[in-house]
């Protein structure tokens, strides 16, 4: 049991760093969610610094997650996924995945009469697909300026710089697999046709 502690509590700045990479928070940004000082912060990232349940409550707070996600605790029996929303950039969003690093699926919501009508494009490292589910996306791409519907997608490289927001007065709904590190999704258009069989059965 003391090794599988000690394994925990050192898993838990590795975590704590892909959460907050994953999020594209600095370190000055977790501070001032926190309270806890850059110093303190960056000691916990390296292993330097032993977390405590001080510490922890306001990180899994900051990063919505739950405590044992950020600790990676064991599984208890219960089957169900407990996902919090966050929201950031005046959207809702629930992760889908709880693994760091890879990629990472959420399921997005811009509310009805939402602010986010001015784009502020941005770039960054990684690759985003996006899929429509209800309402209109606005998808701002370098120097073009898209409108999707429910049922499009779009794919791209997020070093180009984007933006996305509602189209109009609507609320929109959307999902996003993101990779941080380039990672492109994998997705099979239809499935392979099935070969028809000869017209004598294939006999020769």
Do not use: C
């Not at 997005?108 to 589910?133: N, Q």
């Not at 609320?171 to 239809?190: K, N, T």
């Amino acid at each position: 049991m003391d090794d599988d502690l000690e394994h925990a509590l050192v898993s838990v700045g590795p975590r704590l760093r892909a959460l907050r990479k994953q999020r594209e928070r600095t370190l000055a940004d977790l501070s001032a969610a926190t309270g806890i000082s850059v110093s303190t912060l960056s000691r916990l990232e390296s292993g330097a610094r032993r977390p405590t349940l001080e510490l922890l409550l306001p990180l899994a707070k900051a990063h919505g997650v739950t405590l044992d996600e950020l600790v990676d605790a064991p599984p208890t029996g219960d089957p169900r996924i407990h996902l919090r929303p966050v929201v950031r950039f005046g959207m809702t969003m629930l992760p889908l995945t709880r693994r760091a690093g890879g990629i990472q699926a959420y399921k997005l919501v811009i509310p009805a009469g939402s602010a986010r009508r001015s784009p502020e494009p941005k770039t960054h490292e990684g690759y985003e697909w996006l899929y429509v589910l209800n309402g209109r996306l606005r998808l701002v791409l370098g120097e073009r300026d898209l409108v999707l519907s429910p049922g499009e997608a779009a794919e791209f490289d997020t070093r180009l710089p984007h933006w996305f927001g509602a189209a109009d007065e609507g609320a929109v709904e959307f999902l996003s697999l993101f990779g941080s590190q380039g990672e492109r999704a994998h997705l099979r258009a239809r499935p392979k046709a099935k070969q028809e069989p000869a017209p004598d059965g294939g006999r020769e």
